[in-house]
């Protein structure tokens, strides 16, 4: 039996354009390439993820999620199973995840669990692997089981990021943008919109890639975290997902202080930022405006997916 703990960050998304066809208008066929631009930031809140691994004559996968066993963790079960399958080996795994995120509230927890788990269990197996092969099959298995379109490479990147180019870790392109010193990320949650369902809709691409592309030219024309906050939330105005709770919220952390707010893509959730002199009376304004709902304070996290001592 061997053992070992990985981590990843949390990937709060502010806006995303699917891009899933070819140059001619055509679906993309190889899953890698599939993808989206877009922007987000990566927070400490995310995964940590415990292998354990065991020789046997045949792949077995148990995973558990905050202690609960987690037979719906399609994602991260189908993305061991591919490792596994490029090394040539079957294990026996087990996979205790603990996520420290809302989960189906847009903050990247499946994309978290999933590149974790693939480093623990890499790292436990000793399998002769790079971080963005990992990425890759963290990202494959995402876009196959519908659960995201990016995440993986803003993880494996860290920081505050904008995607220009879509695709897995390696095919794509993911910037970092600057972040000021002395400011965290504000995050309030109401309720989970599951990704998957989210992305099943006929028309979800017409609704948002118009919108996305525009709010793209506009934040890399200026990108400084009060406009690329402000382009964000214009989106998810424009794109439709923006709710009552949304808004109230959104009014509540800029009345506070924030510099700037916007949905989470995709969740009845607000991420927004502040200079740290004002973030307890962030956090104080939405606990009072919303007390059934969850509301933390986070830093920028700049070293993206790594290790942990066991």
Partial sequence: MRVSKAFSPAGISSFFEICNVDSS???????????????GFAIPRGAISRAIIRKSAETRIKIKINSKPAPEALTTRSAIEQLLKTQGMTLDVGIDLRVASPIAAGFGTSAAGTL??????????????????LGRI???????????????????????????EPG???????????????????????GPIPTRDALA???????????????MDAVRQNP?????LAESRKFGQEAGFETANVTRLISTMMSAGAIGAAQNMIGE??????????????????????????????????????????
């Avoid at 208008?25 to 922007?39: E, K, N, T, V």
């Avoid at 963290?138 to 220009?164: D, I, K, P």
């Avoid at 809709?201 to 709010?215: F, G, L, M, Q, Y």
């Fill in 116 to 133: 974790a788990s693939c480093l623990a269990v890499s790292d436990a197996a000793d399998l002769a692997v790079t971080l963005t092969e």
């Fill in 138 to 164: 963290t990202h494959v298995s995402e876009v196959l089981n519908r659960t995201g379109l990016g995440t993986a490479a803003a993880l494996l990147t860290g920081g505050f990021v904008l995607t220009t």
């Fill in 168 to 190: 897995a870790p390696g095919i794509g392109f993911v910037d970092r943008l600057l972040f000021p010193k002395n400011h965290s990320i504000i995050c309030a949650y109401i």
């Fill in 269 to 310: 959730a607000v991420h927004g930022a502040a200079n740290d002199r004002k973030v307890r009376r962030i956090v104080r304004a939405v606990k009072n405006a919303f007390p059934s709902g969850k509301v933390f304070a986070a830093p920028i996290d700049n070293q993206g997916v790594r290790l942990l001592e066991n």
């Fill in 224 to 228: 400084t975290l009060s406009n690329f």
């Fill in 201 to 215: 809709k006929p028309d979800i691409a017409e609704r948002v890639n118009a919108s996305a592309k525009r709010t």
């Fill in 25 to 39: 208008g055509g679906p993309l066929a190889d899953p890698a390439r599939i993808g989206a631009r877009g922007g």
